[in-house]
């Protein structure tokens, strides 16, 4: 039965059902305004939900922040180490047997929890961690998390910071390391579909706070499926993109652009920006959510790095500290 004739079915009687307060009861209109658009539409990428996401993806990222923290405080006894000794993040790193890279997102993310404060390049305990992170204080909580050390993602965190080598997709046992999982059809468009739904909100909050007036020809490297590159091009009319992915990405990149009605607009192009030069002819890189899982060893010899070198000249240092500009 239809949903219009459901909504007109009587009783014998020839009365619609009422509810339990003699009060019709009618359905709510299913509204399918955003489910075609997202297909079949480049306004699905000017519009906005009526609600914010944000909370709903801090959940998620939220279980990522709750396994560091136990692997910096069960594992590393960070806290009570920097209750002695105030440092800067190389002397950090050689203290505990870590690497710069994961050392400097673990700190930055501290910072934000509200554990460490930074002066002057300079880490230090808050209140709130010397009181309740630091193992000699009589409030320490570290036993409440040592039940996760053992659990894999904490782990992985916890090898990541020893050896500065990627970990696998979700800590799967059997699953091969994220840049060569890609190469796999079936994991490319998981993966791709994970980043795609994030990126319909808050492509649109980049493609806002972008001056691009002045520019031209936009290029995304390692854009995944081309849903930031659209979103851009929806708010800046004059823009033209391409989307730098390897394959089998840029296969799925192609079928979301054009699924989006961008294919006039933003093309994409096969390559590896640790192979090969970047393609030339464009006035501006994006650069989003791609460094900040590579070791340093491959991030220095990407096609990348010369224009990654010059974004940091420009990041604000209160809110993002090189080299974490992959997270701008």
């Given at each position: 039965?239809?949903?219009?004739?459901?909504?007109?079915?009587?009783?014998?009687?020839?009365?619609?059902?009422?509810?339990?307060?003699?009060?019709?009861?009618?359905?709510?209109?299913?509204?399918?305004?955003?489910?075609?658009?997202?297909?079949?539409?480049?306004?699905?990428?000017?519009?906005?939900?009526?609600?914010?996401?944000?909370?709903?993806?801090?959940?998620?990222?939220?279980?990522?922040?709750?396994?560091?923290?136990?692997?910096?405080?069960?594992?590393?006894?960070?806290?009570?180490?920097?209750?002695?000794?105030?440092?800067?993040?190389?002397?950090?790193?050689?203290?505990?047997?870590?690497?710069?890279?994961?050392?400097?997102?673990?700190?930055?993310?501290?910072?934000?929890?509200?554990?460490?404060?930074?002066?002057?390049?300079?880490?230090?305990?808050?209140?709130?961690?010397?009181?309740?992170?630091?193992?000699?204080?009589?409030?320490?909580?570290?036993?409440?998390?040592?039940?996760?050390?053992?659990?894999?993602?904490?782990?992985?965190?916890?090898?990541?910071?020893?050896?500065?080598?990627?970990?696998?997709?979700?800590?799967?046992?059997?699953?091969?390391?994220?840049?060569?999982?890609?190469?796999?059809?079936?994991?490319?468009?998981?993966?791709?579909?994970?980043?795609?739904?994030?990126?319909?909100?808050?492509?649109?909050?980049?493609?806002?706070?972008?001056?691009?007036?002045?520019?031209?020809?936009?290029?995304?490297?390692?854009?995944?499926?081309?849903?930031?590159?659209?979103?851009?091009?929806?708010?800046?009319?004059?823009?033209?993109?391409?989307?730098?992915?390897?394959?089998?990405?840029?296969?799925i990149a192609r079928n979301a652009v054009a699924k989006r009605g961008c294919a006039g607009r933003v093309s994409v192009a096969a390559g590896d920006m640790f192979a090969e030069a970047?393609?030339?002819?464009?006035?501006?890189?994006?650069?989003?959510?791609?460094?900040?899982?590579?070791?340093?060893?491959?991030?220095?010899?990407?096609?990348?790095?010369?224009?990654?070198?010059?974004?940091?000249?420009?990041?604000?240092?209160?809110?993002?500290?090189?080299?974490?500009?992959?997270?701008?």
């Amino acid at each position: 039965m239809g949903f219009a004739a459901g909504r007109r079915k009587q009783h014998a009687g020839g009365a619609r059902s009422p509810d339990f307060e003699g009060v019709v009861r009618r359905k709510p209109r299913f509204q399918p305004r955003v489910v075609g658009l997202k297909l079949r539409s480049v306004h699905f990428l000017t519009s906005q939900p009526t609600t914010d996401p944000t909370t709903i993806y801090r959940c998620r990222d939220g279980l990522y922040a709750a396994d560091l923290l136990a692997a910096a405080l069960v594992s590393l006894d960070l806290f009570t180490w920097l209750n002695d000794h105030p440092s800067e993040p190389g002397a950090i790193c050689l203290a505990l047997g870590i690497k710069e890279r994961p050392t400097d997102v673990m700190l930055t993310l501290f910072v934000a929890m509200g554990f460490l404060r930074r002066d002057n390049g300079i880490f230090s305990l808050t209140d709130l961690a010397r009181e309740h992170l630091v193992k000699t204080s009589p409030w320490f909580i570290g036993p409440y998390y040592a039940s996760l050390k053992e659990r894999p993602v904490c782990r992985d965190f916890l090898s990541v910071l020893r050896t500065d080598k990627p970990a696998n997709w979700g800590s799967l046992k059997n699953e091969k390391e994220w840049a060569k999982a890609m190469e796999d059809d079936a994991f490319a468009s998981q993966f791709t579909a994970a980043m795609d739904c994030r990126g319909v909100y808050l492509g649109q909050a980049v493609a806002k706070a972008l001056d691009l007036r002045n520019r031209k020809q936009l290029l995304d490297i390692a854009g995944g499926s081309g849903i930031y590159a659209c979103c851009i091009v929806a708010h800046h009319p004059h823009l033209q993109a391409t989307v730098f992915e390897k394959p089998p990405v840029d296969k799925i990149a192609r079928n979301a652009v054009a699924k989006r009605g961008c294919a006039g607009r933003v093309s994409v192009a096969a390559g590896d920006m640790f192979a090969e030069a970047l393609p030339a002819g464009y006035d501006v890189h994006l650069i989003s959510n791609v460094l900040h899982d590579v070791p340093s060893s491959r991030f220095h010899a990407a096609a990348c790095w010369p224009c990654t070198t010059r974004i940091s000249t420009r990041t604000n240092p209160a809110r993002c500290t090189w080299p974490n500009i992959r997270r701008c």
